[in-house]
């Protein structure tokens, strides 16, 4: 698979010597086994409908076994030099608020996804890398699968080392409807006068 490469604008900055290997390159990420998404235009969607994202926003979200949404966050990142360390930290901040971690259990059974929205093309930046290095990291450490990287951009969505995207959502494109709920249909509750003529329907 090939990668372009385009400048970051957070990563031009001068960055710390220290943090330049907390990056993960399109080779490493692809060799890490990340979990493929059945429908990745349903989750992005879904998110996109949700939260509204403009430039410079991150969204992160836990996915059940069945990639229904069961918990999601939106936050826009302090300007700053593209350091894994720090996003991870930020990626932390936000999964301990929306969701308990699963650290308890021997394998991990939700799946954490990041969606960055950024201006410029799909091609990979170091700003990515980072975020990659810092999703995977705060996914390790919250007990979550770390699953996949998404970028959004005016262009469109692209799922970055698979190679799968769409035009559609893009930054400033109107929220489409979406079928990734964050939970289960309601169950009705027995009992009651509904309850008693469903039975006499059901009886006849």
Same mark, same amino acid.
């Given at each position: /698979?090939?990668?372009?490469?385009?400048? !970051?604008?957070?990563a031009s900055l001068s960055t710390p010597a220290a943090s330049?290997?907390?990056?993960?390159?399109?080779?490493?990420?692809?060799?890490?086994?990340?979990?493929?998404?059945?429908?990745?235009?349903?989750?992005? !969607?879904? $998110?996109?409908?949700?939260?509204?994202?403009?430039?410079?926003?991150?969204?992160?979200?836990?996915?059940?076994?069945?990639?229904?949404?069961?918990? &999601?966050?939106?936050?826009?990142?302090?300007p700053a030099p593209a350091d894994g360390w720090m996003f991870?930290?930020?990626?932390? !901040?936000? $999964?301990?608020?929306?969701?308990?971690?699963?650290?308890?259990?021997?394998?991990?059974?939700?799946?954490?996804?990041?969606?960055?929205?950024?201006?410029?093309?799909?091609?990979?930046?170091?700003?990515?890398?980072?975020? /990659?290095?810092?999703?995977?990291?705060?996914?390790? $450490?919250?007990?979550?699968?770390?699953?996949?990287?998404?970028?959004?951009?005016?262009?469109?969505?692209?799922?970055?080392?698979?190679?799968?995207?769409?035009?559609?959502? &893009?930054?400033? &494109?109107?929220?489409?409807?979406?079928?990734?709920?964050?939970?289960?249909?309601?169950?009705?509750?027995?009992?009651?006068?509904? &309850?008693?003529?469903?039975?006499?329907?059901?009886?006849?």
């Amino acid at each position: /698979m090939t990668f372009g490469f385009a400048p !970051s604008s957070a990563a031009s900055l001068s960055t710390p010597a220290a943090s330049a290997t907390r990056l993960l390159e399109p080779a490493e990420w692809a060799a890490a086994g990340i979990p493929l998404l059945r429908n990745p235009r349903e989750v992005v !969607s879904g $998110l996109h409908a949700r939260h509204h994202p403009g430039p410079a926003t991150a969204i992160v979200a836990v996915l059940d076994q069945d990639e229904r949404v069961r918990a &999601s966050a939106s936050f826009t990142p302090r300007p700053a030099p593209a350091d894994g360390w720090m996003f991870r930290n930020a990626l932390l !901040s936000q $999964l301990r608020r929306v969701v308990p971690h699963d650290l308890r259990r021997r394998t991990p059974v939700r799946t954490a996804v990041l969606l960055y929205c950024r201006e410029g093309d799909a091609r990979w930046t170091e700003e990515d890398g980072a975020w /990659m290095w810092g999703l995977r990291d705060a996914c390790t $450490l919250h007990g979550l699968r770390c699953g996949a990287y998404i970028t959004l951009t005016r262009d469109g969505w692209q799922v970055l080392g698979e190679g799968r995207g769409g035009r559609r959502p &893009s930054i400033g &494109s109107v929220p489409e409807p979406f079928a990734t709920a964050e939970a289960p249909p309601r169950i009705p509750r027995t009992g009651g006068v509904a &309850s008693d003529v469903l039975r006499r329907a059901a009886a006849r």
